[in-house]
């Protein structure tokens, strides 16, 4: 492992993480030695003793929450999703940062009421300044006949959010600025503004927003 200027840590993603812990904590422990930070991309389907294992080395992590339905999680995905929030907290517990993931499938977990009882249950258990990301589906595989999400439904589950207290929600795999990016809670600056795959920084000193000195939440603060 060397040390670049441009590298700020590891990212264990796209295969579950979970299934390699083993490999991950050591990585994550040796990224240490560097002041490297490590994240997980995860579906958060693992025990506590496993949970308490591994993430005490774990900057942060990205969670895929699948549904708010434990039906869809069932026909879906063949689990559960106590499991999964129990999983979260869990996490969080340890210390490491958690962000939220939900993509949302037409016809499957985009219905406003799960998107409430979602929302509801993630500024009160995880609290409003965890990030909350709405993804849009794109058909493939064994889903192709489902259509894409439209704009519309990914707006309105960024207003649900909005509307239950929580400071972070954003939409994911679209074109659109204003959802994507993120503003000052305190005093509504653009912080980063987002487009796709577009990041720039844009209201940022360290980890606090240069206009009102608000504290930004899971900002790294190199």
Same mark, same amino acid.
């Not at 489902?146 to 795999?173: E, H, M, Q, R, W």
């Given at each position: 492992m060397k040390e670049t200027e441009s590298n700020i840590g590891l990212?264990?993603? @796209? &295969?579950? $993480?979970? *299934?390699?812990?083993?490999?991950?904590?050591?990585?994550?422990? !040796?990224?240490?030695?560097?002041?490297?930070i490590s994240v997980m991309v995860t579906n958060a389907y693992i025990t506590k003793q496993a949970v308490? %294992? #591994?993430y005490p080395v774990i900057d942060a992590a990205n969670i895929d929450l699948k549904s708010f339905s434990d039906n869809f999680y069932y026909k879906t995905t063949f689990s559960h999703l106590k499991p999964v929030l129990d999983a979260m907290l869990w996490i969080k517990?340890?210390?490491?940062? *958690?962000? #939220?993931?939900?993509?949302?499938? $037409?016809?499957?977990? %985009? =219905? $406003?009421?799960?998107?409430?009882?979602?929302?509801?249950?993630?500024?009160? @258990?995880?609290? &409003?300044?965890?990030p909350l990301h709405f993804t849009a589906f794109h058909p493939d595989y064994k889903?192709?006949?489902? $259509? =894409? +999400?439209?704009?519309? +439904?990914?707006?309105?589950?960024? %207003? *649900?959010? !909005? =509307?239950?207290? #929580? !400071?972070?929600? @954003?939409?994911?795999?679209?074109f659109d600025e204003q959802t994507g990016s993120t503003n000052c809670p305190n005093c509504s600056a653009l912080l980063v503004k987002r487009n796709w795959y577009d990041v720039k920084v844009a209201g940022l000193k360290g980890n606090k927003c240069s206009s009102c000195g608000y504290e930004i939440k899971g900002i790294y603060n190199m």
């Open positions: 990212a264990f993603t @796209y &295969n579950e $993480p979970t *299934i390699w812990a083993e490999w991950a904590y050591e990585l994550a422990v !040796k990224a240490k030695e560097y002041a490297l308490k %294992d #591994l517990n340890e210390g490491t940062w *958690i962000e #939220l993931t939900t993509l949302l499938i $037409p016809g499957h977990n %985009d =219905s $406003p009421a799960e998107l409430k009882e979602l929302c509801s249950w993630v500024n009160e @258990y995880c609290g &409003n300044e965890t889903m192709s006949n489902t $259509p =894409s +999400t439209p704009f519309s +439904t990914l707006k309105k589950a960024y %207003d *649900i959010g !909005k =509307s239950a207290g #929580l !400071k972070y929600v @954003y939409t994911g795999n679209v």
